[in-house]
């Protein structure tokens, strides 16, 4: 069974930092790619960060370059995603999703296949 439980939302001031972790069952590390998607009240879902079932790989949204770091730590069979500086605009709830893909060395901001419940993530200016 592919389980996905985020953590580590909260209420920040602007320029402050997070981190969200995504425990996720071992199946879900093993074959595929992990992506962190966020949605703000009254706006889509956007893809923010993944990686690859190679870890070699990532790929972030242009807003959070430079700012959030996504990893994994397979001892701990969790993602992380690191955010700093972070913005009002970050606000949003965040969610951890696997995405199937054949491919070991690809990852897609586009699409999750399993899905977490979500963390809140609040900045205030």
């Known amino acids: 069974q592919l389980k996905l439980v985020e953590s580590g939302g909260g209420l920040v001031q602007s320029g402050g930092s997070l981190r969200l972790s995504c425990l996720a069952s071992r199946v879900a590390l093993d074959y595929h790619a992990m992506v962190w998607f966020r949605q703000a009240p009254g706006k889509e879902r956007e893809g923010v960060s993944c990686i690859s079932r190679s870890g070699k790989t990532t790929d972030y949204v242009d807003s959070v370059k430079g700012r959030f770091t996504i990893s994994v730590d397979n001892a701990k069979n969790t993602v992380y995603l690191q955010m700093n500086s972070l913005k009002p605009e970050d606000t949003a709830v965040y969610y951890c999703?696997?995405?199937?893909?054949?491919?070991?060395?690809?990852?897609?901001?586009?699409?999750?296949?399993?899905w977490g419940q979500g963390t809140q993530v609040t900045v205030s200016s």
């Open positions: 999703a696997a995405q199937i893909t054949a491919d070991r060395t690809v990852c897609k901001l586009t699409n999750g296949d399993y």
